[in-house]
């Protein structure tokens, strides 16, 4: 059977069922195929299943692309406020959480209800359980399933990136990228928990659930937020931050006492320069048993003006040189992918394929934690289907 469409949107997620609705209201013949057997899964389980579907202050910045002005483009077009009037057409109630965060009062269900019903009111075929083999390109775009061939002028490649794979993650937009002749951005796992050096793991992970407030920096970046040990490493927002700039072999700097000085108890002469001073003083800004466990390993070996400086530079720069990551299992996104310059930044279509585009997380544009990423599906899927 051949089924022949305006657009075939590969890929039933956010940025997926943006594209299809904003090309449907235009008019556009549009149909999405999607593999599994319903839509938005990885909407479903985000923000433990309440959907962190935008932030107020997403900008370009919040984006990690080999060329960082690529998403500047696409988020002016179709910005937080434009996604929040849609939500609140739809009546969702949401609440913002810190840094902007907009979350669903009840569930993520909400906001994939609320696209498959904008995917309705615009004409769009949906396609589940749709498995492609091979994609070709004659006159037109020729997509091959087990049962069926659909054709259309135009295609729009929107199948995500590697992470979190027990919901259907493959590299198939990739590859699918290369056989077009498009080049791409080594992928990685990003947003994701780091693993601490056997050593590191030996002394710290028993201390799994405990978190505190810190910085950490690396590349360049750094990020003010929770830090939480766990079994295996490190893992909280701070950590998922600066996960999408940390490489191999590069430390980590974590300031475990922001803007704190924890050595000035002792400019006091009167106060004893003893490790029990040290520890209750450490203790006032760290977890009992961190602080403990961390000073275990950095007791000063003298209690001159200059040891105590050095130790309150190793407070505010502890290096960690992680073993790795988690791996895609537990990573929120995935940083690479299809090379923003293969692609026009305005519409999201191919330089050199006319007719193909790519958007969402398959491009090499990663957000910060907190609903950025969401943001850039919508933002993307926006932008292609509105130049279909």
Partial sequence: MTHSFDALILGGGAAGLMCAIEAGKRGRRVAVLERADRLGKKILISGGGRCNFTNLHSRFENFLSSNPHFAKSAIARYTPADFIALVEKHGIPYHEKTLGQLFCDRSARDILAMLEGECSAAGVTIFLSTKIERVQRTTAFVVHTPDAEFRAPTLVVATGGLSIPKIGATSFGY??????????????????????????????????????????????????????????????????????????????????????????????????????????????????????????????????????????????????????????????????????????????????????????????????????????????????????
């Fill in 175 to 388: 590859d699918l990228a290369r056989q077009f002749g498009l080049s791409i951005r080594e992928p990685r796992p990003a947003l994701v928990p780091l693993t601490f050096s056997a050593e590191d793991c030996a002394h710290y992970c028993d201390l799994a659930g405990v978190s505190a407030e810190a910085i950490a920096s690396c590349a360049g970046q750094h990020f003010r937020e929770k830090m939480l040990i766990t079994h295996r490493g490190l893992s909280g927002p701070v950590i998922l931050q600066i996960s999408s700039y940390w490489k191999n072999l590069q430390p980590i700097l974590i300031d475990l006492a922001p803007d704190q000085k924890v050595t000035s108890v002792f400019r006091d002469a009167k106060v004893p320069r003893n490790q029990s001073t040290l520890r209750a003083e450490l203790r006032k800004f760290l977890p009992q048993r961190f602080a403990d466990r961390w000073l275990d390993r950095h007791i000063p070996t003298s209690w001159t003006n200059q040891a105590l400086s050095d130790l309150e530079k190793q407070i505010h720069s502890w290096p960690v040189l992680p073993s790795g990551t988690e791996g895609y299992e537990k990573a929120e996104v995935t940083a690479g992918g299809v090379n923003t310059d293969e692609l026009l930044a305005k519409s999201m279509e191919a330089r050199k394929v006319p007719g193909l585009f790519f958007i969402g997380e398959v491009v090499d544009v990663t957000g910060h934690l907190g609903g950025h990423n969401f943001q850039w599906a919508w933002s993307s899927g926006a932008a292609a289907g509105r130049a279909l």
